[in-house]
Nanobody
Framework: QVQLVESGGGLVQAGGSLRLSCAAS????????MGWFRQAPGKQRELVAS???????NYAASVEGRFTISGDNAKNTVYLEMNSLKPEDTAVYYC??????????WGQGTQVTVSS
């Protein structure tokens, strides 16, 4: 089971930027897809962005054009660059790894708070 550790969260003003990192204990290349999810208080966890082994990316409509997911196989790390942050982006952000169509490995999460 791979271990995932997120970092980079924090408090930022609306319009600001943050870069989240997800360090994996093993090769991220061994997974079909890596994803960033978020969960706000009282809401379900939602998929924000994902990247396939081949580098194909997908984004939720709410973050398209503002967030960028990328991976560094040499560092076994996936990043989420978040720009033009909005208060509604406030949530705990989780990194996850997908294999056989299932996101089965999760990190502990990192809090992102965007003030208005």
């Amino acid at each position: 089971q791979v271990q995932l550790v997120e970092s980079g969260g924090g408090l930022v003003q609306a319009g600001g930027s943050l870069r989240l990192s997800c360090a994996a204990s093993g090769s991220i290349f061994s997974f079909n897809r890596m994803g960033w999810f978020r969960q706000a208080p009282g809401k379900q966890r939602e998929l924000v962005a994902s990247i396939s082994k081949g580098g194909i990316t997908n984004y939720a409509a709410s973050v398209e054009g503002r967030f960028t997911i990328s991976g560094d196989n040499a560092k076994n790390t996936v990043y989420l660059e978040m720009n033009s942050l909005k208060p509604e982006d406030t949530a705990v952000y989780y990194c996850s790894a997908q294999r056989f169509g299932v996101y089965g490995s999760w990190g502990q999460g990192t809090q992102v708070t965007v003030s208005s």
